[in-house]
């Protein structure tokens, strides 16, 4: 009984219990069924669980917590988020129990302001979440590509090959982007001929170089997967590899191959 | 209740009934289908006379007493209350008067005139004749598209490529082979990260950015082992942040195995005595906080390019640090325009990345690294070449139905 609860004991079993649910996992390959999914949602659920212990443990009652309760008047600004995630969840409650209830008079009235004072720290995180995203993407992505490309791509002074790589990026830089907003049908019928005949060649390289592009990346993907398939198959070699079952499929191993 | 189909509409009416509910077919023939076919046509012939006798609702008189289709819907009407009296017909007596469908006709009739028509009864059976009786009587479908005839597909059972791909991948794990000629792609900005990293002077405070998760850990950490063996070996100080809940734990598994497997090389160098690793709640809102930290080295450990990403949007334009990206293979090729604007100062990624960094790091390795590194060589080798294989056996297939469907 010791062995079982001391760490030994407890390391052997998280082998075991991993062992057993990467089989589970794994065999949803042969189609969804009940272990399959058992094993998902349990994995899920820990992660999810795992998820809030962390939080908890590591902000809510260590810094925020701590801090608050050292010097509660110290900081006054720190009341404002707890403030906030009180209004939120209170609001949130609300809603979640008043579903399909009819309110009326004075109760309606509370729950509309109820409300409208919960979705003050929600359109804080909404907006503050795009105001952030959005300098960020100018400041850190458009900006320096932009002109990272606007100063190495095409350089009139290069040499041949350079040059002519240059323009080749250019152009199929441009032909994908067309590709994505023009519609052969419905912009090009108006065009003359020789406009549409253009326009249409440079589509189809448009199109072809997307898919090369697409074609790299889940090539990358799939090397990528590759190495996370064999990074476990080598961990459970290893991990079982003292166990009695990794004997006995030795002994098997031996018998079936006559060695 | 038990029910009774109509032989002439199919309509469930209740056992017992005289007459149907929708067409008002008489359903009293004692024989059973044959029977009932026999009288259901001929009332819909409605040629004989004797058929008013039998269907009273012919008679322009009929009020429908003997028509009572609802009267079981309410079961409580009881003796002392008068069962309501069912509402006479809106039309009546025109019943029967149509001339029925002929859905029986064979090709051979086609010559024939319709004034001889050969009854249905004796070209279909009782059974067949039912189901003819109930697709008529359906509702008629209105603006269903007309699908086209599709043309048989190859049906793929898709656990034969599993097993392909199980067969490849356990071939060089079970038999170990030797690896097959050749080496890894050396890919643009594994040296400049071995470079900026063995730029650093001893004590560089370096920002680690832990972007993965146990579900990634099993590529994640080929990668970030000689990454971080490498900054430890450079005395830095780490001051490792995560985004996600279960990172730090990660962290600290990694590098306490690393701790358990110090190569020689690193035994006499003194490490962070702790390595603290805080988890920063809040997602990308949260990583401008980071800016204000001087570092000299930013690492991005991370699974998903986005990660990367993130720090070189929120993080890197604040305090200027240039950055290392240490990725899964799949993130690689989004995150090239970065590193040939120079935002990224080294991206090394995937297997061939984690390879090549060893290589660069010259260190004595541990008795278990080289033959690990070598078996997982020999998995990428044969996994991807059983890839190739699959492809092409899937494009061969495709090519012969082709010529097959084409002439």
Known sequence: ?259 | MATLLCPHCGAPNRVGANFCNRCGANLRTPDGDVGRVADASATAGAQSPSAAGEQPWLDPGFLGEDDAPFEEEDPDVGGEMTPPRPASRLVSGVQGLLEPLRIAALPEEHGTSFSSPIPAESLLNATQMRQVRQWMAEETLVGVEVQPAVTQAPRLWLPWIFLLMGMGVLFPLLLRPSPLPGEPIRWEGVESGFQAIEALPSGALVQVLWAYDPATAGEMEMLAAPVLRHLQRRQTVLDIISLLPNGPATARRLFASLAEARSSDLSGIPVQPTIDVRFLPGGVVALPSLGSVRSRLAVVLAAQPEDVQHWLEQVAPLNRAPVVAVTAAGADPPLRPYLQSGQLVGLVSGFDGAYHYVRLLDETPSAFEPSRMRLQFAVQQYGALTIVLIVALGNLALLLRGGREHG
């Open chain 1, 1 to 259: 009984m010791d062995s079982l609860i001391g760490p030994e004991g407890a390391s052997t079993a998280g082998v075991w219990i991993g062992f057993v649910f990467t089989l589970l996992i794994f065999s949803a390959l042969l189609g969804d069924h009940l272990l399959a999914r058992l094993a998902q949602y349990v994995l899920v659920g820990a992660v999810l669980g795992y998820a809030v212990v962390v939080t908890w443990q590591s902000i809510l009652t260590s810094r925020l917590a701590m801090a608050l309760r050292a010097d509660p008047q110290g900081q006054p600004w720190s009341w404002v988020p707890v403030l906030l995630a009180i209004v939120m969840a209170v609001a949130g409650l609300e809603r979640i129990f008043a579903q399909g209830r009819a309110s009326s008079g004075q109760s309606g009235v509370w729950r509309r302001g109820l409300r409208a004072l919960g979705a003050v720290p929600a359109l804080g995180l909404v907006s503050i979440g795009a105001a952030v995203a959005l300098v960020g993407a100018v400041q850190g992505t458009l900006a320096p590509q932009f002109f990272s490309v606007a100063r190495n791509s095409l350089n009139w002074d290069a040499e041949g090959t350079v040059f002519l790589t240059g323009v080749l990026t250019l152009a199929i830089t441009v032909a994908s982007l067309l590709f994505f907003v023009v519609d052969g049908e419905r912009h090009l019928a108006q065009q003359p001929a020789w406009a549409q005949r253009l326009m249409r060649a440079w589509l189809w390289v448009g199109q072809r170089a997307l898919w090369v592009a697409a074609g790299a990346l889940f090539a990358r993907l799939l090397a990528s997967r590759l190495s996370l398939l064999a990074a476990q198959l080598t961990h459970w070699s290893s991990a079982l590899s003292s166990t009695p079952l990794s004997e006995m499929l030795e002994r098997w191993w031996r018998i079936a191959t006559g060695a």
